[in-house]
């Protein structure tokens, strides 16, 4: 019988800070275990716990793909007792880790599909690990086309600048990168996600839209979306509610029936429509 | 020779259970101060406290404890040393369950033995343990598990059951894991007239049960009540103490936090309740149930309506300490009722 609460010793292999404002971290963590390492499969949109021991454990959405072998990527927002401890761990310490927890992005709905996937600001983790898994050659040929569109408060509040800077040279998708406010050097776009996206202008047709962010992007791009024809069931989202278990037993994470540790992360428009407000 | 059922009188009980506990440990009712009962494991029969009603706190801390220690680890350098808690060696056995809390043993098996994940601190106790259920002679006026799908006599999930005669206790053993404690020179045949007096205190029993409270179709009743104004007046008198939910047999809450000295340490489960504000309270600050409105439904909304949804049963089974124990008196026959109403 395998016990779900051990967690699985890792090592930080790399760490970095993403954010101008330093208050985002990446740790990558490689597996002490090859037999751990052999038995972790998960798909985009799934989480984990993050353990350290005496500290206690926090979820966090896996931020790299599962066709990046070798490691795992997740990036922290510095808040409570664990983020800053997470903030303050270094290269070569060991941690813990519980998962892969939760279901997943439904990929195998966008086959044949246009993927659309709207992020804002630190909300935008496991759509990178979605993002570089579709653009992955095996899999990009499953998908038609791809639109990103990701914003942030200002430029230094941008994840993953490296990558963007890439997707951005890339001809088989298309990126758009915005702030809510630019500074001297910002030479891209100004404006808010809600508007780019009107701007933007994606179809619906064959078009699945995944959207993840704070709550006041989400509460106004909704409508640009409706306004779009995009249909209930094919928008996405990935909630977060506190959690402890990670796997449907300490009960505080349900949203009606459902758990957003066991039944979610990720929800359609369609079953949060049929759900109380709880979140 | 094995006898089924068989009678054990009184003044040999102990003796009897100084046989079990050369193989078992043995859980059972203990007075822990006054007024304060619960299941704990015994070191001798004389801390038994068999009173005619049902223990203050219910049997599910046999396996699901209040506070548990799921593993500890030690720091050696830059390695940690991790020891789980999860085996359980000795069988065990829970003395004198009542047969509510013992319903309630399978609603928590429906959420901690799920097949996609499974709760081994939970489990493992629950596969060692034989369950004595206990007869309930003398119901009180807050008990509905007649209403709940149970009675003061039912068997369901016993592997051994026990009726109180006066002076001596009628032993049923209905489970190949009860039989095995079957073969006890301290039990002898029950006679015809020990079995006439059980079926006696059965009947009596449940004429002693209450009104039946209204349960059927509370879940399709609250699917459509989740903005229902009912919720801003019922929470009202709730003090969001969360005695009800510590004391619920069903309730199976819990909160992970570590407890760590310089060198290790451990991670500990305890008990917690939807009804604390901190509970749902994210570290932004944005707490999704603000205030007793939202935590109070998503007691009962859990209860009722959630959890049959989940496992087609509701998470009730009429024990009555939520009405006995609460405070400020609030009653759930009466929430229910109030909910038919609408």
């Known amino acids: 019988m395998k016990n779900p609460y051990l967690p699985i010793p890792m090592v930080v292999k790399r760490t970095q800070v993403e954010t101008a404002d330093r208050m985002l971290r990446t740790l990558e963590l490689g597996f002490l275990k090859e037999e751990d390492e052999k038995a972790f499969r998960f798909v985009p949109g799934q989480f984990c716990e993050l353990s350290l021991f005496g500290k206690g454990e926090a979820p966090f959405g896996i931020a790299s793909s599962p066709t990046e072998k070798g490691s795992l990527k997740f990036t922290i927002n510095k808040a409570g007792t664990v983020t800053t401890a997470l903030h303050q761990i270094t290269e070569g310490q060991e941690m813990g880790i519980r998962g892969p927890l939760g279901n997943s992005y439904p990929i195998e709905l966008f086959q044949g599909k246009n993927v659309l996937v709207i992020g804002g600001g630190f909300a935008f983790t496991t759509l990178r690990s979605l993002i570089i898994y579709l653009l992955q050659p095996e899999n990009r040929s499953k998908v038609k086309d791809i639109t990103v569109i990701y914003g942030a408060r200002n430029p230094g509040l941008l994840l993953y600048k490296e990558e963007l800077a890439d997707w951005q040279k890339r001809s088989d998708m298309k990126l758009v990168v915005t702030v809510d406010a630019g500074d001297k050097d910002w030479k891209g776009k100004v404006g808010l996600v809600p508007n780019v996206l009107e701007e933007v202008g994606p179809a619906s047709e064959n078009t699945y839209a995944v959207i993840c962010g704070p709550p006041i992007m989400i509460k106004f791009t909704f409508p640009k979306l409706m306004t779009l024809k995009f249909p209930n069931e094919r928008i996405y989202t990935s909630l977060e509610k506190r959690m402890k278990c990670g796997i449907g037993k300490c009960g505080r994470c349900n949203i009606g029936h459902l758990y957003v540790c066991k039944d979610g992360p990720v929800f359609s428009y369609e079953q949060l429509g049929k759900l109380p407000k709880d979140y | ?342």
């Open chain 2, 1 to 342: 020779m094995s006898l089924n059922p068989a009678t054990l009188d009184k003044k040999e009980f102990g003796s009897f259970l100084k046989q079990v506990m050369q193989t078992y440990d043995v859980i059972a009712p203990v007075e822990l101060a006054e007024g304060v009962s619960a299941y704990r494991k015994i070191e001798s029969p004389e801390e038994i406290s068999l009173a005619s009603h049902n223990t203050q706190k219910s049997a599910k801390e046999a396996f699901f404890p209040q506070s548990e220690v799921m593993f500890r680890y030690e720091k050696e350098g830059n390695r940690t040393q991790v020891t789980s808690t999860e085996e359980v060696n000795r069988p065990r056995l829970i003395l004198a369950s009542r047969p509510c809390d013992i319903q309630a043993f399978s609603l928590l098996d429906k959420v901690f033995s799920a097949k996609e994940y499974t709760d081994v601190y939970f489990l493992k106790k629950r596969e060692k343990t034989t369950i004595v259920g206990f007869a309930c002679n003398d119901p009180l006026s807050t008990c509905f598990c007649t209403s709940t799908g149970g009675g003061p006599f039912t068997r369901e999930g016993s592997d051994i059951f026990l009726v109180d005669l006066g002076d001596a206790y009628l032993v049923e053993f209905l489970t190949e894991k009860g039989k095995a404690l079957s073969q006890n020179e301290f039990l002898r045949e029950a006679s015809e007239g020990d079995v006439a007096r059980a079926k006696k205190l059965e009947e009596e029993a449940s004429k002693r049960m209450n009104v039946p409270v209204p349960l059927d179709g509370i879940e399709t009743k609250l699917d459509q009540m989740l903005e229902n104004p009912f919720w801003d007046r019922i929470h009202e008198k709730c003090l969001g103490c969360g005695a009800c939910t510590f004391l619920c047999p069903t309730c199976h809450c819990f909160d992970i936090s570590d407890e760590a000295s310089q060198k290790g340490g451990q991670r500990v489960r305890n008990w917690d309740t939807c009804l604390f504000s901190l509970y749902s309270m994210e570290t932004s600050g944005h707490n999704p149930r603000p205030s007793g409105r939202e935590r109070t439904r998503q007691r009962l909304m859990h209860k009722f309506n959630y959890f049959p949804k989940n496992f087609q049963k509701i998470a009730c089974v009429g024990c009555g300490r939520c009405i006995l124990y609460c405070p400020v008196n609030f009653d759930i026959r009466q929430v229910i009722s109030e909910i038919n109403e609408k």
